[in-house]
């Protein structure tokens, strides 16, 4: 059974870490801020899923608290004695004002797209926020399972990249396992959110809806709020291109989808109307954006593909520490982990078997 949300109090949660020694300037008091109640709401629901499986995941003690920074970064490792995820305030704030300021092109969207009133008792630019912010928890909780070996610092998730982000494969594939991690996550929430709605609105259509919200809610992520570097790399820097980083995000939703134990989707529709949700209402240029996103993605496509199959997945068993490997660190009970995990059994990443790439060209107008 899903765990009960517990209600967290902010204050005593850091009281304890000020006195095992996180400097008070440092933390975030979204108290009496106009994003008080999504900051706590956040709070509950992920400090209780830590509560819960901290023990599990092996990074006990494991807490989150927000930081007095704007920008769209997090940070998460082991200090003070914690398991520490460490949100920018700038994540939360940022995400859900985007998300906001777009909530009557995405409800007229919604709208278009089921050809039938609003089946969701929420409006599609808050879950779009909470599938968004969500896919960020889950990918820095990744690098806390990565790193519940002894670790002595707080990495910093940070973009841009700059001349100092020094390149290596063992960073390049965390980061690939995180972003799996966060797709699993994000796949997670839009199924039980989807079981939850009434009886007679649990469509395929309604699925396929959230599924499309989702996808565009880590592309305008990347697009809007991260960016897409124009200067595309392969060996560089601490993160993968966000390029390669889409690419390899859209195929675990596919498959996560694919093998899930609820209502199949069309998907090729439901990626075609996530491009055009994300094309027509979240990117603010949306010639910068087929030039940035879908000319450099069809210009770089096989190299895309080479890296991620024959780079990454080639060598994600020199890493065995990966939660990839590991699917006890996904609970959720809305997905065939028998079926599911197939996929990213040894022989299968070691083996012939390659992720199988759609043409994002194929979801775009001609540019």
């Not at 491009?275 to 210009?299: A, C, I, P, Q, R």
């Not at 390659?354 to 540019?367: C, G, T």
Request: charged share 20%; glycine share 4%; aromatic share 14%.
């Amino acid at each position: 059974m899903p765990q009960p949300i517990l209600y967290i109090s902010y204050s005593q949660l850091v009281k304890g870490l000020v006195d095992q020694g996180v400097p008070p300037g440092e933390i975030f008091d979204y108290i009496g801020t106009p994003c008080e109640q999504k900051f706590r709401s956040l709070l509950n629901t992920l400090q209780s899923f830590l509560y819960y499986y901290e023990e599990d995941l092996k990074i006990k003690p494991a807490k989150i608290y927000f930081t007095n920074h704007r920008t769209f970064n997090a940070r998460a490792g082991f200090a003070y004695d914690h398991f520490l995820i460490n949100f920018h305030s700038g994540i939360v704030v940022e995400t859900f004002e985007f998300f906001r300021s777009k909530a009557e092109e995405l409800s007229k969207w919604g709208l278009e797209i089921l050809e039938t009133n609003q089946p969701f008792k929420d409006p599609l630019s808050d879950l779009m926020g909470d599938f968004c912010v969500r896919f960020f928890f889950d990918h820095e909780l990744a690098h806390l399972i990565q790193k519940s070996e002894p670790l002595n610092n707080l990495a910093e998730d940070e973009y841009p990249e700059g001349p100092e982000q020094i390149y290596s494969l063992e960073q390049h594939i965390k980061e690939f396992d995180s972003d799996f991690r966060g797709s699993v996550a994000l796949a997670s929430v839009i199924i039980d959110y989807w079981i939850n709605l009434p009886e007679g609105t649990k469509t395929n259509a309604s699925l396929s809806v959230l599924v499309s919200s989702g996808i565009a809610s880590v592309l305008g992520s990347f697009t809007e709020l991260i960016g897409i570097d124009e200067d595309f790399y392969m060996e560089k820097y601490k993160h993968p291109h966000p390029l390669v980083r889409v690419n390899y995000i859209l195929n675990f939703l596919e498959n996560i989808f694919n093998t899930s134990n609820v209502e199949k989707i069309d998907w090729k529709a439901t990626l075609d109307n996530a491009l055009v949700l994300t094309t027509k209402v979240l990117v603010s240029d949306e010639t910068k954006f087929n030039k940035n996103f879908y000319l450099m993605n069809t210009n770089h496509q096989e190299e895309i593909r080479n890296y991620i199959n024959n780079v990454l997945i080639a060598n994600l068993h020199s890493y065995p520490y990966l939660g990839i490997y590991n699917a006890n660190a996904f609970p959720t009970e809305a997905m065939n982990w028998q079926r599911f995990t197939e996929m990213i059994s040894d022989d299968k990443f070691s083996g012939h078997q390659r992720i199988n790439f759609n043409n994002l060209h194929e979801f775009f107008p001609e540019a």
